[in-house]
């Protein structure tokens, strides 16, 4: 899987005023260098705003930030101009989340004015439009973003098979099946790591395993929470099989109560939804099909 780290483009989207033109131009020129991109559009709405710019916000790796000149301040001189209230709103989730910023903002509009008075954005002046997508991708250069990364953990679709184990302490031999968790994060290391199984649903017929939320076991260690340095990848246990009944995996829950414990009712098929959060960087989650035939040699896990 390749990663691509996000924009989040905040800017005026004044279509009279030209805006929207520049923003889509500086959204390809960001494409053009690997990245992925988000323009915000205003929101007339709370479920908006939470939906479309507070979520995309939370899962952008970047912010670049673009203050369009508006109406003259009246009694300047020489005159100045306000900037967008939106994008000033945007900016200042942004240093809430602790989202990497750079700032450009056109010649004219009042500096240092809002959320920018309180940060050390250092903004760069533009005066031409036309120009302003190349002098964002030499400033995202000069700045050092990466474009091949992501605040976040995720499960890859690989699986780690452990054949022919020696389960402890009860002596059994068996399969382990791992999940392999990665922290994408460039430099940040993903602390208090902890890895569930949220469901389990019969394939052909729909039906839902009932069990509580526990933490799964990661592989070789006895804690719940684990840590994951930047670029690193840690294997959770995401169930084994006893080679004298292969038909009924094994889960490694923290818990001292069977009502935690999924329990597969036999051969079939199954989706197995498991899920990894963290204190430091977002989480994921993916889905598995597991196949049960009744033999060791059939059992079949691979990701959905």
């Known amino acids: 899987m390749t990663l691509r780290a996000q924009v989040f483009v905040s800017c005026g989207q004044r279509e009279d005023l ?19 991109s988000y323009v915000a559009t205003k929101q007339q709405t709370l479920r908006g705003l939470k939906e479309n710019i507070f979520e995309r916000l939370a899962e952008s790796e970047y912010l670049l930030f673009v203050d369009f000149k508006r109406e003259q301040i009246a009694g300047t001189e020489p ?28 010649e004219g509009v009042k500096p240092l004015e809002g959320i920018l008075a309180f940060m050390q954005a250092n903004c ?13 991708i030499d400033i995202v250069r000069d700045r050092g973003w990466s474009a091949n990364w992501k605040n ?10 452990l054949r022919d184990v020696l389960r402890l302490p009860e002596k059994v031999k068996a399969d382990f099946y791992h999940l392999i968790v990665r922290n994408n994060h460039l430099q940040k290391t993903a602390r208090n790591v902890y890895g569930y199984l949220e469901r389990v649903t019969a394939l052909r017929t729909g039906a839902r395993v ?9 592989a070789g260690y006895t804690l719940p929470n684990a840590t994951i340095p930047a670029q690193s990848a840690r294997k959770l246990d995401a169930f084994w099989i006893p080679h004298l ?21 036999g051969s079939g098929e199954w ?3 498991y899920s990894v959060i963290s204190d430091t960087v977002r989480g994921a989650s993916r889905k598995f099909r597991l196949y049960l035939d009744g033999s060791v040699d059939g059992v079949r896990f691979d990701s959905v």
């Open 152 to 161: 976040g953990l995720s499960i890859e679709a690989n699986v780690s098979i």
């Open 245 to 265: 009944n292969p038909v009924i995996p094994q889960f490694n829950a923290f818990t001292d109560s069977s009502q935690f414990i999924p329990r597969l009712p």
């Open 210 to 218: 009932d069990f509580e939320a526990a933490e799964f076991k990661w």
């Open 18 to 36: 030209g805006e929207v033109e520049v923003a889509d131009r500086i959204a390809t020129a960001l494409a053009e260098a690997g990245f992925e």
């Open 124 to 136: 760069k002046q533009f005066t031409d439009r036309a120009s302003l997508p190349t002098q964002v």
């Open 271 to 273: 989706h197995l939804e």
């Open 79 to 106: 005159a100045l101009y306000r900037g967008s209230v939106f994008s000033q709103q945007e900016l200042a989730v942004a240093a809430h989340l602790d989202i990497e910023v750079i700032a450009f903002q056109e």
